[in-house]
């Protein structure tokens, strides 16, 4: 069975979970309609209080859903949308992907995936201890962050469970996801 969407989820307000829905409708350059993370410039509360002004490369959150049983594993127990995201994956290597790759999510929504979900403080409230699940560092003592991919709307539609992912790599030179 080839990528597939298992799940989408949004929340108009800025909660940490978002409830699973039946559909999302991604707007291009914009997010996900009626998401707090919808618009053109940043809307994530840290990222604000920075520079309200900078693009918003966070629009779509991505989730591979192959993590769960890895934190099921660890004493997590983690469904889709709990840890915010918008669209969780099967199938597909989000964390592998570079920046620039083209994900076709259904129909006709694509987003561009923009760089790594940075994880914050926050996963501990939802789980004491689950932050230190999706934040490692790997044998050369480098970050390892596997809380999903953040992305850009390119051409909006309607995303559902069981829609399909097709994924297009950037042509030229591939550059690693660093995070968002």
Same mark, same amino acid.
């Given at each position: 069975?080839? =990528?597939?969407?298992? $799940?989408?989820?949004?929340?108009?307000?800025?909660? #940490?979970?978002?409830?699973?829905?039946? @559909?999302?409708?991604?707007?291009?350059?914009?997010?996900?309609?009626? /998401?707090?993370?919808?618009? !053109?410039?940043?809307?994530?509360?840290?990222?604000?209080?920075?520079?309200? /002004?900078?693009?918003? &490369?966070?629009?779509?959150?991505? &989730?591979?859903?192959?993590?769960?049983p890895d934190l099921a594993a660890a %004493? #997590?127990?983690?469904?889709?949308?709990?840890?915010?995201?918008?669209?969780?994956?099967? +199938?597909?290597?989000?964390?592998? &992907?570079?920046?620039?790759?083209?994900?076709?999510?259904?129909?006709? =929504?694509?987003? @561009?995936?923009? +760089?790594?979900?940075?994880?914050?403080?926050?996963?501990?409230? #939802?789980?004491?201890?689950?932050?230190?699940?999706?934040?490692?560092? /790997?044998?050369? %003592?480098?970050? !390892?962050?596997? $809380? +999903?991919?953040?992305?850009?709307? *390119?051409?909006?539609? =309607?995303?559902?469970?069981?829609?399909?992912? *097709?994924?297009e790599l950037p042509v030229g030179p591939?550059?690693?996801? @660093?995070?968002?």
């Amino acid at each position: 069975m080839g =990528a597939t969407v298992t $799940a989408v989820c949004s929340d108009d307000q800025h909660a #940490f979970s978002k409830p699973v829905r039946e @559909e999302i409708t991604l707007l291009a350059g914009l997010g996900v309609e009626g /998401d707090a993370h919808l618009g !053109v410039t940043v809307k994530h509360r840290s990222r604000v209080a920075q520079d309200p /002004d900078q693009p918003n &490369l966070r629009q779509v959150h991505l &989730l591979q859903s192959e993590l769960f049983p890895d934190l099921a594993a660890a %004493g #997590f127990t983690v469904r889709p949308g709990d840890l915010g995201e918008n669209v969780t994956t099967s +199938g597909v290597d989000l964390l592998g &992907l570079p920046v620039g790759t083209l994900l076709r999510l259904g129909t006709t =929504a694509v987003v @561009e995936v923009t +760089g790594l979900r940075n994880p914050c403080r926050q996963i501990d409230g #939802f789980s004491d201890g689950l932050l230190k699940q999706v934040v490692g560092r /790997d044998a050369d %003592g480098q970050v !390892v962050r596997k $809380a +999903g991919v953040m992305s850009i709307v *390119r051409e909006g539609g =309607a995303v559902r469970p069981g829609d399909a992912i *097709r994924v297009e790599l950037p042509v030229g030179p591939h550059r690693p996801l @660093e995070r968002v």
